[in-house]
């Protein structure tokens, strides 16, 4: 083990948590800085998403810290996408074929506050909250802190300072201000924002509508999603456009508009909120953006992690599970025979950087196909062959999706290209004729178009491996 134990951590979020939890067992002297008030004391949720789906990558983070039975009953499963019309009619469309892969939906504060406590029940880990990082003397390892209960500003080194505070890192922010080295940094933001609304709880605490699905009103260029929370409610999200198209969030200030736009495209959700224009106008509208940058780390004295290296739109539901995948994959290689934590951090970024890079790609893709494709009949023919082929060939095949979120021994690089892949050698046999429609789903039928497909799925990657694209 390296011999520098002293470990700073700024920020106390799902992340930084997890981080400091895992490297309080490892045996370093953790501290950790959170500029938020303790959400174990105080409700600070306030229009952010409070629920979040945790998948197997996640998953594989609570095992390596051993926390999985703890977490499990903070779970509800969501087996598929709920598809919503604007008639009202609905459609569940399976995550997988295989019934043992779904996804969870989990409170981000219970989730949060359960590793705060796992952390801070370490005798080598302590944790400060309302410390408000300023900026960080990266070269000299020292941040500089502003507490908010007692007004004064302080200074706290340490022999390593991990950054885990979120898209508007501190750390990284400071990595481009003091211009002391080439650093590089991107921040793109989506058109459309989001707003959080709810579906509260039946009058015996029980779902106003199916509980154990993602439910999705797919609009084009908008959209509203649901998922569901242990007490009978379900955290709603609607993700509109600032400024484009009949209806915005910049034009919708009217109560009378907003139950127009709501009536018109969400009936059957208007319907279960009658608490829409209190949530509505209550609630703050957010930005959604991707941030990417390098290098994460500073010779061996700093580094960022999670969000703060890597921050992604929402819409493959993998930005906790990639945070969460951060701190497994970096913990593999304080097993490894490094002298430094030089070393560790430069091994760490070159293996990790190109997974972060994918799925931040493909939460884009995600998004466009969410808000429209799920609607038309060339994506809905692709899911059913991709359902029948998993379920009947488990082990032959996995979806784009099913490579994403269920295959956490694949990173997240090789599950983009072999997923485009595939989607692309499917909707061109579909397009062509090669597959007919309606779909012949015998298990005899199913093998022959299965062989067709994985043939056509590597002629797709040579070609693209001859492009350099691979």
Same mark, same amino acid.
């Given at each position: 083990?390296?011999?520098?134990?002293?470990?700073?951590?700024?920020?106390?979020?799902?992340?930084g948590?997890?981080?400091?939890?895992?490297l309080?067992?490892?045996?370093?002297?953790?501290?950790?800085?959170?500029?938020?008030?303790?959400?174990?004391?105080?409700?600070?949720?306030?229009?952010?998403?409070?629920?979040?789906?945790?998948?197997?990558?996640?998953?594989?983070?609570?095992?390596?810290?051993?926390?999985?039975?703890?977490?499990?009953?903070?779970?509800?499963?969501?087996?598929?996408?709920?598809?919503?019309?604007?008639?009202g009619?609905?459609?569940?469309?399976?995550?997988?074929?295989?019934?043992?892969?779904?996804?969870?939906?989990?409170?981000?504060?219970?989730?949060n506050?359960?590793?705060?406590?796992?952390?801070?029940?370490?005798?080598?880990?302590?944790?400060?909250?309302?410390?408000?990082?300023?900026?960080?003397?990266?070269?000299?390892?020292?941040?500089?802190?502003?507490?908010?209960e007692?007004?004064?500003?302080?200074?706290?080194?340490?022999?390593?300072?991990?950054?885990?505070?979120?898209?508007?890192?501190?750390?990284?922010?400071?990595?481009?201000?003091?211009?002391?080295?080439?650093?590089?940094?991107?921040?793109?933001?989506?058109?459309?924002?989001?707003?959080?609304?709810?579906?509260?709880?039946?009058?015996?605490?029980?779902?106003?509508?199916?509980?154990?699905?993602?439910?999705?009103?797919?609009?084009?260029?908008?959209?509203?999603?649901?998922?569901p929370?242990?007490?009978?409610?379900?955290?709603?999200?609607?993700? #509109?456009?600032? /400024?484009?198209?009949?209806?915005?969030? @910049?034009?919708?200030?009217? +109560?009378?508009?907003?139950?127009? *736009?709501? $009536?018109?495209?969400?009936?059957?959700?208007?319907?279960?909120?009658?608490?829409?224009?209190?949530?509505?106008?209550?609630?703050?509208?957010?930005?959604?953006?991707?941030?990417?940058?390098?290098?994460?780390?500073?010779?061996?004295?700093?580094?960022?992690?999670?969000?703060?290296?890597?921050?992604?739109?929402?819409?493959?539901?993998?930005?906790?599970?990639?945070?969460?995948?951060?701190?497994?994959?970096?913990?593999?290689?304080?097993d490894?025979?490094?002298?430094?934590?030089?070393?560790?951090?430069?091994?760490?970024?070159k293996?990790?950087?190109?997974?972060?890079?994918?799925?931040?790609?493909?939460?884009?893709?995600?998004?466009?196909?969410?808000?429209?494709?799920?609607?038309?009949?060339?994506?809905?023919?692709?899911?059913? #062959?991709?359902? /029948?082929?998993?379920?009947?060939?488990? @082990?032959?095949?996995?979806? +784009?999706?099913?490579?994403?979120? *269920?295959? $956490?021994?694949?990173?997240?690089?090789?599950?983009?290209?072999?997923?485009?892949?595939?989607?692309?050698?499917?909707?061109?046999?579909?397009a062509?004729?090669?597959?007919?429609?309606?779909?012949?789903?015998?298990?005899?039928?199913?093998?022959?178009?299965?062989?067709?497909?994985?043939?056509?799925?590597?002629?797709?990657?040579?070609?693209?491996?001859?492009?350099?694209?691979?």
């Amino acid at each position: 083990m390296i011999k520098e134990k002293n470990i700073q951590i700024i920020g106390a979020g799902l992340c930084g948590s997890l981080l400091a939890l895992r490297l309080g067992q490892r045996g370093y002297n953790v501290t950790v800085f959170e500029k938020r008030p303790d959400l174990r004391k105080v409700d600070i949720s306030a229009g952010r998403s409070i629920n979040l789906a945790l998948s197997d990558r996640g998953f594989s983070a609570m095992d390596l810290v051993g926390i999985q039975h703890k977490v499990q009953p903070l779970c509800i499963p969501m087996n598929g996408r709920m598809l919503h019309d604007t008639e009202g009619n609905t459609i569940l469309a399976p995550y997988s074929g295989r019934e043992h892969e779904f996804i969870n939906s989990i409170s981000r504060g219970d989730l949060n506050s359960l590793l705060l406590d796992e952390a801070e029940a370490l005798p080598n880990v302590s944790i400060h909250f309302n410390y408000e990082c300023r900026s960080v003397d990266f070269e000299n390892g020292i941040s500089h802190f502003y507490n908010y209960e007692t007004k004064e500003e302080s200074t706290k080194s340490a022999d390593v300072i991990f950054g885990t505070d979120g898209a508007g890192s501190a750390l990284r922010k400071s990595y481009y201000l003091e211009n002391k080295f080439l650093f590089s940094f991107l921040q793109d933001y989506l058109t459309h924002g989001y707003k959080e609304l709810s579906i509260l709880p039946a009058e015996n605490n029980g779902y106003k509508t199916y509980k154990n699905a993602l439910h999705i009103w797919g609009r084009g260029d908008f959209m509203l999603i649901a998922l569901p929370n242990l007490d009978g409610s379900f955290t709603v999200t609607l993700f #509109l456009s600032y /400024a484009e198209g009949e209806y915005n969030f @910049n034009n919708l200030t009217t +109560k009378e508009r907003v139950l127009e *736009f709501f $009536e018109k495209y969400f009936k059957d959700a208007l319907e279960l909120m009658p608490n829409l224009i209190d949530d509505f106008f209550d609630n703050p509208t957010s930005p959604l953006g991707t941030v990417k940058c390098s290098p994460w780390h500073y010779k061996g004295k700093t580094i960022l992690l999670g969000d703060a290296a890597h921050a992604i739109v929402p819409f493959y539901g993998q930005g906790m599970n990639a945070s969460f995948e951060d701190v497994v994959e970096f913990d593999k290689f304080l097993d490894k025979d490094y002298g430094s934590w030089e070393q560790v951090f430069e091994a760490y970024e070159k293996s990790r950087k190109q997974d972060t890079d994918a799925i931040a790609d493909l939460a884009i893709d995600n998004f466009h196909e969410m808000k429209g494709h799920v609607n038309h009949a060339d994506f809905r023919e692709k899911r059913n #062959l991709e359902m /029948a082929f998993e379920k009947e060939f488990p @082990n032959d095949y996995s979806s +784009k999706y099913s490579l994403v979120t *269920f295959n $956490e021994n694949i990173g997240y690089r090789e599950a983009m290209l072999k997923g485009r892949a595939q989607d692309k050698a499917i909707l061109n046999m579909l397009a062509d004729g090669v597959i007919k429609t309606p779909l012949d789903l015998s298990t005899k039928s199913l093998k022959n178009t299965l062989l067709q497909v994985q043939k056509e799925t590597e002629n797709i990657l040579e070609d693209d491996r001859v492009a350099g694209l691979k």
